[in-house]
């Protein structure tokens, strides 16, 4: 009999689960709804994933990024197991195809957005499917506390009516109480079971520095600590500005962000994740799905909007467990520039009726009509046309978000997908009879085979065209010829920002958008806004437990390694730096030394007093690194 561990070997290649997975495991095959905290990196995806492997019928996974369901349902095929998403930007037709095969066929994941579930043609399917689990992960959407709310999942819970006896499992890495009280009533669990991983990485140090000269700083983090980096700015600009200040400082960036084709971002990211380029300036775009478990160093040149946010994005440092930082630079005018921006994206009433005006306007969709219907978007021509200012619009567009009436999305990819929609004889047929067609239907059947017949099948045009030494154009020519032939199903690759409109489109100046709602969602978000100020700006409590506090780990242990730990070190023991600055001076005069080395020689009782002792000494310019990061006595 197959047992969660053998999965685990067999599919993932690990020989054993870090806790709490084996518990929530456990939980899951005792048909318990589960509430699973874990913090980035902490692998959530296995919790849910191991267990549908062992169940007999389908997975329901319910996320809320295209991107992380698209990375997810790669790797999960790559590994040999059956998984598909539902999406918006998909055809019609590629939908109905891939709901039938989640019935009829072998599928073992359906990965879908919350907003999928309302539709008809889902909630027709599903009552077919023999659905073994529910996994919803980002479960933090489901609650008006969390710091990404997203309405349709407050629909989850109607999933109940027609799989009654269906454990759920919710997934989310950072979650206060108020949320995680909020998605265990929203999801209706019919028990109270929750594993929560501790909040505290004890290979992680919190580093704030304020300085005036940012730039200087982070050029001194990136001297000191050896390998790979992520470096968060907030615009677009600002990535392409930073890389290049990087590179000129013999320092190998590159830059991410959603403005960027798909194939830009998976090369950078590739670059990136083999180490051909140290560092990655980015947005807060990058990061989700990234498992990259050497990340050194990642540094937040501008304040984050949320305690959440940061937490998960300083999460992606040190997952291998070794030695980390994350590090916050400011001054205090980021202060004011964060303030401002929290400012700007809480629109008035008057500015989310407008915008969402135009938009019908600009998609010419009549009242009552396009739910779940989704369109390629330019932002800069939609403020060209109406006249609008991208500053106000964009904030508008995530608060239509918040508020359930649209879905937008910045980075969406699909690639070129293709279906025959002629069977096996009918297709031979049509061959004999349109023989100059030959030729592309057989490379097409060769490179891809049956699955052409069964569901919508990702292709490369290039691939085909350097089959039949054509051009790509030819290629796209001769799929589209077939298309309107009917022979098959062509859909080119398409990578245009998309705005789904949820639910049909209404009269603008009904929209249902409570006023007491509005204002009190506008109140949280300042107050998570004051919660990061206070974080950074504060300099008496250790950060690492004012984080656990954050989220409800109350907690008296002081972790030793954030800036604010050290400097009470300092103070605390002026003999012991003294100490080890002498062994290290002696040590170097001797010989150069790597880190390790020099730790080794001294075998230091207070380590990361020792770290820091070697920090200061770099920073004073009495030690320096070489190319290859070995320590240098001045």
């Known amino acids: 009999m197959s047992t969660p561990a053998n999965i685990l070997k067999q599919y993932w290649g690990y020989s054993q689960f870090r806790p709490p997975q084996d518990k929530v495991i456990d939980a899951v095959l005792n048909k318990q709804d589960v509430l699973t905290i874990l913090p980035t990196g902490g692998g959530k995806s296995i919790c849910f994933q191991v267990p549908a492997m062992m169940l007999e019928g389908i997975c329901l996974v319910i996320t809320p990024l295209i991107a992380l369901m698209q990375d997810q349902v790669k790797q999960l095929k790559q590994r040999g197991i059956a998984a598909v998403a539902v999406h918006a930007g998909m055809h019609h037709r590629e939908i109905d195809i891939t709901l039938d095969n989640c019935i009829y066929g072998q599928q073992k994941f359906l990965y879908l957005a919350p907003e999928r579930l309302q539709t008809e043609l889902f909630k027709e399917r599903v009552k077919k499917m023999k659905v073994c689990l529910v996994a919803i992960d980002e479960a933090h959407c489901i609650s008006q506390w969390g710091y990404d709310f997203r309405p349709p999942y ?145 540094v937040h040149m501008d304040l984050p909007e949320t305690l959440e946010a940061y937490y998960q994005e300083a999460g992606r440092a040190g997952r291998d467990g070794k030695r980390s930082y994350a590090a916050i630079l400011y001054h205090d005018t980021d202060i004011d520039s964060l303030k401002l921006k929290v400012e700007h994206a809480q629109p008035d009433i008057p500015v989310l009726k407008n915008t969402y005006q135009a938009l019908a306007n600009f998609f010419h969709i009549a009242l009552g009509s396009s739910q779940g219907e989704s369109f390629d978007f330019d932002l800069e021509v939609f403020c060209k046309r109406f006249n609008l200012k991208s500053m106000e619009v964009y904030p508008a567009l995530k608060k239509l978000e918040e508020f359930g009436l649209i879905e937008f999305n910045e980075s969406f990819y699909r690639p070129s997908v293709l279906h025959f929609t002629f069977d096996n004889k009918k297709l031979y047929e049509f061959q004999v009879a349109h023989a100059r067609f030959d030729p592309i239907i057989k490379a097409l059947l060769r490179l891809y085979g049956g699955e052409l017949y069964t569901e919508f099948t990702s292709i490369s045009e290039t691939q085909v065209a350097q089959m039949l030494r054509l051009s790509v154009g030819v290629v796209r020519l001769e799929l589209e010829q077939l298309h309107n032939l009917q022979v098959l199903v062509y859909e080119p690759v398409n990578d245009s920002p998309k705005i789904t409109f949820v639910t049909a489109r209404q009269d603008a100046d009904k929209l249902p958008i409570d006023r007491n709602e509005f204002a009190r969602r506008r109140n949280l978000h300042l107050e998570k806004m004051s919660a990061i100020i206070n974080y950074t700006t504060q300099s008496h409590r250790c950060r690492m437990q004012l984080i656990q506090e954050y989220f409800d780990e109350i907690t008296d242990v002081n972790c030793g390694r954030c800036d604010v730990c050290i400097d009470k070190h300092k103070k605390e023991n002026t003999a012991l730096f003294k100490d080890y600055e002498q062994q290290i001076n002696y040590l170097l005069k001797q010989k150069p030394m790597t880190v390790d080395e020099l730790e080794l020689a001294v075998d230091p009782s207070e380590k990361e007093v020792f770290i820091e002792v070697i920090r200061e000494m770099v920073d004073s310019g009495e030690l320096y690194y070489d190319e290859v990061w070995v320590l240098h006595k001045k």
């Open 154 to 298: 407050l629909q989850i819970a109607e999933l109940r009516d027609v799989l009654p006896n269906i454990p759920f499992i919710a997934l989310t890495a950072s979650a206060t109480k108020q949320v995680k009280d909020d998605i265990i009533q929203k999801l209706k669990f019919k028990q109270e079971v929750t594993f929560q991983k501790s909040f505290a990485r004890d290979n992680l140090s919190l580093v704030i520095r304020k300085s005036e000269l940012k730039e200087k700083k982070l050029l001194e983090i990136l001297r000191k600590v050896p390998g790979s980096a992520i470096i968060y700015v907030r615009s677009r600009k600002a990535t392409v500005v930073l890389a290049t200040f990087l590179k000129k400082n013999s320092i190998s960036a590159t830059f991410y962000h959603a403005g960027l084709t798909h194939a830009e971002r998976t090369m950078r990211q590739e670059e990136w994740i083999s180490n051909q380029c140290r560092v990655m300036v980015a947005t807060n775009a990058f990061g989700m799905g990234i498992d990259k478990a050497d990340v050194r160093v990642v």
